[in-house]
């Protein structure tokens, strides 16, 4: 086949992969069925699969993930590594440094013990969208065969309320050492994203990228018909954008200047979860998440606000977009992780 349909076959193929996990019912893409099924696709690719469970990541300290977990009536959440490398799992060694994709995989979130209204709730089985674009990106790159060796990182558990779910005022320890106090139990995905880019970056990646539906901030912000980024590589603006422009999945850099932790500063922690106020949610959420991932490990952080839109977005007809996994490739292809400028010389 040509080079040109190889790509859009691989692109459709992952983009559809993407919206079907995102339109399964929540008593079937529950977090053990969503275990089972990425077991069975890591089995037929020739992925390398690890589970790592609420046991492990007690041992680990991954507090910021299991204190949404904990909510839950069933012990079967957890966090999921998938690794493509090429020529198969056990060439990790020639492939390099990996590009890492972490995903947030809310399987259902009825905002915990701050409670969503019944219209804000309905479809919160699609919470998951960010875990099924990496899942969708990492099919899509296996598909092209790319030389990139891939991480995925996928966090999933459901947000549920009873009487061990966590609750405003809450100190948690997140596995990075980084102490939490939590204010809304509704901002759990940063929560879980903070354990996985935690992991992530452990095992020193090239470059991160994480794709969450995060905020309705961001939806206010660009309506369904963009998605928000957020880099620390500013420098990478026109590159990331670019990137949504040729793809058809439009993203917008936000600013992400340190001074907007002021709003994030904690009496009794090292941070906020979140402002008590919802003003600028999504560049605080993105804040938060900063510190999570080591300075030298490129990082963007896309928060899915086109991931459902109703009617459709270009040429997905479907409410449920899968957007990210075009975007995803046509950045990589344009060279993400982008080479640091060397420092100039002090006079």
């Known amino acids: 086949k040509l080079p040109d349909l190889d790509l859009t076959l691989a692109t459709a193929a992952g983009n559809n992969l993407a ?42 300290g991954a507090g910021a993930f299991l204190a949404v977990s904990q909510g839950n009536g069933t012990r079967d959440a957890g966090i999921v590594h998938l690794a493509y490398r090429p020529g198969g799992a056990a060439s990790s060694g020639r492939a390099g440094a990996p590009i890492s994709l972490v995903g947030k995989g809310i399987c259902f979130d009825t905002g915990g013990t701050n409670l969503k209204p019944h219209k804000s709730m309905l479809d919160m089985h699609t919470d998951m969208e960010g875990s099924a674009v990496a899942v969708g990106s990492l099919y899509a790159l296996h598909t092209l065969r790319s030389p990139v060796a891939v991480d995925c990182w996928l966090a999933i558990t459901e947000n549920r309320i009873g009487p061990l779910a966590y609750k405003p005022q809450d100190v948690v320890r997140a596995y990075n050492g980084t102490t939490i106090q939590v204010i809304h139990t509704d901002a759990e995905g940063r929560m879980v994203l903070a354990d996985a880019l935690g992991l992530a970056a452990a095992r020193k990646p090239r470059a991160i990228i994480d794709y969450a539906t995060l905020t309705g901030a961001c939806v206010y912000a660009l309506t369904e018909r963009y998605s928000g980024a957020f880099t620390n590589r500013p420098e990478a603006r026109e590159l990331i954008e670019s990137a949504g422009h040729s793809s058809g999945e439009r993203v917008w850099c936000f600013p992400m200047d340190v001074d907007f932790d002021t709003d994030l500063e904690s009496a009794v922690a090292d941070v906020l979860q979140c402002a008590t106020e919802g003003k600028g949610d999504h560049i605080l959420a993105a804040r938060f998440l900063n510190r999570f991932v080591p300075k030298e490990i490129a990082w963007l952080h896309l928060d899915l606000a086109a991931g459902s839109r109703h009617g459709g977005l270009a040429h997905i007809a479907t409410e449920i977009t899968g957007f990210g996994v075009r975007y995803t490739l046509d950045l990589l292809r344009r060279g993400w992780p982008p080479a640091r400028a060397a420092a100039r010389p002090r006079k």
């Open 19 to 60: 919206r079907w996990l995102t339109a399964l019912p929540p008593n079937t893409l529950d977090a053990r069925g969503y275990r089972r099924l990425l077991q069975e696709l890591a089995r037929r690719l020739k992925l390398g699969f690890k589970f790592y469970g609420e046991t492990e990541l007690k041992r680990l």
